[in-house]
T-cell receptor, first 114, second 106 residues
Framework: ETGVTQSPTHLIKTRGQQVTLRCSSQ?????VSWYQQALGQGPQFIFQ???????GRGNFPPRFSGLQFPNYSSELNVNALELDDSALYLC?????????????FGQGTRLTVV | GIQVEQSPPDLILQEGANSTLRCNFS?????LQWFHQNPWGQLINLFY???GTKQNGRLSATTVATERYSLLYISSSQTTDSGVYFC????????FGQGTELSVKP
């Protein structure tokens, strides 16, 4: 069984640039959720993709967007990067959309915006 | 939306001590998970425990959904237990508490 993998692990970008983060879901899982974790805080829900459709969104601006592919892997895109976007971005894989099944996380991508 | 409060926010233990971490919810619990965040940031699943009690080695967890709380017990703590512990309730998305930072000293 393949676990959740994220790439890259670390990234440094300049304010105003765009970034794409990637996530491969766990084998057999069809749902990917993205979370942003600022230093010293709990993760905050960005959005969820289920069967290639956005299936819920947290309180994040439209410059945060995503995709899910037929193999259920996913991308998180952030445009017009701001300094406050510096955070750990976590991807979670689960089964069944909003069925509230157990979620498993990747190792995260640490984004620094300078 | 539901609010999740974890206590204590910080905890320092000597190796071998026992501890209890608590998670309180503003609404009845749906599907609770406990995680340990390692120093590299990865969230490691500890328990998926909507209700009842589960044990895994030195760790155990109890959720009382109707009374809106969950407890994580760590017995005979080890330095490798250090890190941040999160509880989260699943309502289509995970809603996390602010975490308990545990430091186990040798």
């Amino acid at each position: 069984e393949t676990g959740v993998t994220q790439s890259p692990t670390h990234l440094i970008k300049t304010r105003g640039q765009q970034v794409t983060l990637r996530c491969s879901s766990q084998s057999g899982h069809n749902t990917v959720s993205w979370y942003q974790q600022a230093l010293g805080q709990g993760p905050q829900f960005i959005f969820q993709y289920y069967r290639e459709e956005e299936n819920g969104r947290g309180n994040f601006p439209p410059r945060f967007s995503g995709l899910q592919f037929p193999n259920y892997s996913s991308e998180l895109n952030v445009n017009a990067l701001e300094l406050d976007d510096s955070a750990l971005y976590l991807c979670a894989s689960s089964l069944g959309g909003t069925a509230n099944t157990e979620a498993f996380f990747g190792q995260g991508t640490r984004l620094t915006v300078v | 939306g539901i609010q999740v409060e974890q206590s204590p926010p910080d905890l320092i233990l000597q190796e071998g001590a026992n501890s209890t971490l608590r998670c309180n919810f503003s609404d009845s619990v749906n599907n609770l998970q406990w995680f340990h965040q390692n120093p590299w940031g990865q969230l490691i699943n500890l328990f998926y425990i909507p209700s009842g009690t589960k044990q895994n080695g030195r760790l155990s967890a109890t959720t009382v959904a109707t009374e809106r709380y969950s407890l994580l017990y760590i017995s005979s703590s080890q330095t490798t237990d250090s890190g941040v512990y999160f509880c989260a309730d699943s309502r289509g998305k995970l809603i996390f508490g602010q975490g308990t930072e545990l430091s186990v000293k040798p």
